[in-house]
């Protein structure tokens, strides 16, 4: 046998159970905004050049732009086409950019945890770090908010062998690192979530700004028209089989908000939004809570 994590077994797709999300819609569909700040001279970050020595100021800069431009044009963008977001949010965008969180604050949008930085891995640290890690971000969170975040998503996506019992006994519901399946499954945990569980919501590795544009370099109309593709697909699948799906769509308002960008996606964003009839457009919160109501067995 090979190594296993343990964590969930394995459910065949066409045995899934034919339940609905609210409104009798079959697709739900959520942004997961990234609000990320990140050190200056050190560290980790995405790359839209390969960069020189630190400190890269090529990098650092472009980054720094979803914070102080980008991000804010994304947020025109999502009142314009009413739609709401879940944002993953570095908690040293408090200290950092504090407008910007108390912006998707008073639009209603869901905070969820993203670690304190982008600078930084979680998975490299040891136990007793990363359960540190975890309670800083989150009491940042609970002290700007009023309440601790229910969602997590680790900084790259990173997570050592605890994390998601580390993350249950933390308080959290629901992760979104774990990106194996269309639909929302239970996790096992050491951890006391009822009953020693953590939801794994479908986060995208594909429909992603940072792999299909940083990593494969996708150009702006080529991003929007995968999105939109996606979207198409996934309705004519659930209309077919008649299985639920979760669809996200993740953005970074350094990449995605630079203006080509955000206009390609704004075309893909708004036949979406036409679709809002046809399909449940949420947050990840809010497909956590809907799966809580679902009779036992219905998530896999």
Same mark, same amino acid.
């Given at each position: 046998?090979?190594p296993?994590?343990g964590r969930y077994? &394995?459910?065949? +797709?066409?045995g899934r159970?034919?339940?609905?999300?609210p409104?009798?819609?079959?697709? *739900?569909? &959520?942004?997961?905004?990234n609000?990320?700040?990140?050190?200056?001279?050190?560290?980790?970050? =995405?790359?839209?050049? %390969?960069?020189g020595?630190q %400190?890269?100021?090529l990098?650092y800069?472009?980054? $720094? &732009?979803?914070n102080?431009?980008? =991000?804010?044009?994304l947020?025109?963008?999502?009142?314009?086409?009413?739609? %709401?977001?879940?944002?993953?949010?570095?908690?040293?965008?408090?200290?950092? *950019?504090p407008?910007?969180? /108390?912006?998707? #604050?008073a639009r209603g949008d869901?905070?969820?945890?993203?670690?304190?930085?982008? @600078?930084?891995?979680?998975?490299?640290?040891?136990?007793?770090?990363?359960?540190g890690?975890? *309670?800083?971000s989150t009491? =940042?969170?609970a002290?700007?908010?009023g #309440?601790?975040?229910?969602?997590?998503? @680790?900084?790259?996506?990173?997570e050592? #062998?605890?994390?998601?019992?580390?993350?249950a006994?933390?308080? &959290?519901?629901?992760?979104l690192?774990?990106?194996?399946?269309d639909? %929302?499954?239970?996790?096992?945990?050491?951890?006391?979530s009822?009953?020693?569980?953590?939801?794994a919501?479908?986060?995208?590795?594909?429909?992603?700004?940072?792999?299909?544009?940083?990593?494969?370099? $996708?150009?702006?109309?080529?991003? /929007? =028209?995968?999105v939109l *593709?996606?979207f198409?697909?996934r309705?004519?699948?659930?209309?077919?089989?008649?299985?639920?799906?979760v669809?996200?769509?993740?953005?970074h308002?350094y990449?995605?908000?630079q203006?080509?960008?955000?206009r390609?996606?704004?075309g893909?964003l708004s036949?979406?939004?036409? #679709?809002r009839n046809?399909v +449940?457009?949420?947050?990840?919160?809010?497909?956590?809570?809907?799966a809580?109501?679902?009779?036992?067995?219905?998530?896999?």
């Amino acid at each position: 046998m090979l190594p296993t994590h343990g964590r969930y077994a &394995y459910h065949p +797709w066409p045995g899934r159970a034919r339940y609905a999300w609210p409104g009798g819609a079959k697709l *739900a569909v &959520y942004l997961g905004v990234n609000l990320e700040h990140f050190a200056f001279g050190e560290g980790l970050g =995405a790359e839209l050049a %390969p960069g020189g020595p630190q %400190p890269d100021v090529l990098n650092y800069a472009w980054r $720094d &732009y979803g914070n102080r431009v980008g =991000a804010w044009r994304l947020l025109e963008m999502l009142d314009a086409l009413r739609l %709401p977001a879940t944002v993953l949010l570095n908690s040293a965008m408090y200290d950092y *950019a504090p407008d910007l969180v /108390a912006a998707h #604050r008073a639009r209603g949008d869901e905070i969820a945890g993203h670690g304190r930085t982008n @600078s930084e891995r979680q998975s490299v640290l040891d136990e007793a770090a990363e359960r540190g890690l975890i *309670a800083e971000s989150t009491a =940042a969170i609970a002290r700007h908010e009023g #309440r601790p975040p229910r969602g997590w998503l @680790s900084p790259w996506i990173a997570e050592s #062998r605890t994390t998601p019992d580390l993350l249950a006994e933390a308080g &959290y519901r629901y992760t979104l690192n774990w990106c194996m399946d269309d639909q %929302p499954v239970w996790m096992a945990t050491r951890g006391p979530s009822a009953p020693g569980r953590l939801l794994a919501i479908p986060y995208p590795q594909e429909a992603n700004d940072i792999p299909s544009v940083v990593a494969r370099k $996708d150009g702006a109309e080529q991003f /929007a =028209a995968m999105v939109l *593709a996606d979207f198409e697909e996934r309705l004519e699948q659930v209309a077919r089989d008649g299985i639920p799906q979760v669809m996200g769509i993740a953005l970074h308002p350094y990449i995605i908000g630079q203006p080509y960008r955000l206009r390609a996606l704004r075309g893909a964003l708004s036949a979406i939004a036409a #679709r809002r009839n046809a399909v +449940w457009i949420t947050t990840a919160g809010a497909v956590y809570d809907h799966a809580l109501t679902l009779p036992e067995g219905a998530v896999p």
